[in-house]
């Protein structure tokens, strides 16, 4: 059984700065491609970031991806908000786990960002 548990998510005011973190947990053998979604109101899931096994990210001049392979987390730094970036966050991770012979896509349950004065 895996479990990637999100958290850092509120309420944060046009301008300000917030970080995600998404921790797996549970039968995790390995972790590929780990990344960040999002979904406003009335949208469709979007994606905000991905990061490798290796580090490479895509570019996002607002928002930074990292991870700690060591404890198994995503984190997603977010700088200069907007009120257009209000929508709930959802961290995904590729994860081969113990009983599996392939990696499978995993969800978080996902936190909430809201930008508003």
């Known amino acids: 059984q895996v479990q990637l548990v999100e958290s850092g998510g509120g309420l944060v005011q046009p301008g300000g700065s917030l970080r995600l973190s998404c921790a797996a947990s549970?039968?995790?053998?390995?972790?590929?491609?780990m990344g960040w979604y999002r979904q406003a109101p009335g949208k469709e899931r979007e994606l905000v970031a991905i990061?490798?096994?290796g580090g490479s990210t895509n570019y996002e001049d607002r928002f930074t991806i990292s991870r700690d392979n060591a404890k198994n987390t995503v984190y997603l730094q977010m700088n200069s908000l907007k009120a257009e970036d209000t929508a709930v966050y959802y961290c995904?991770?590729?994860?081969?786990?113990?009983?599996?012979?392939?990696?499978?896509?995993?969800w978080g349950q996902g936190t909430l960002v809201t930008v508003s004065s």
């Open positions: 995904n991770a590729r994860i081969l786990s113990r009983g599996n012979l392939r990696y499978a896509d995993y």
């Open positions: 990061i490798t096994a």
């Open positions: 549970g039968s995790v053998i390995s972790i590929n491609d």
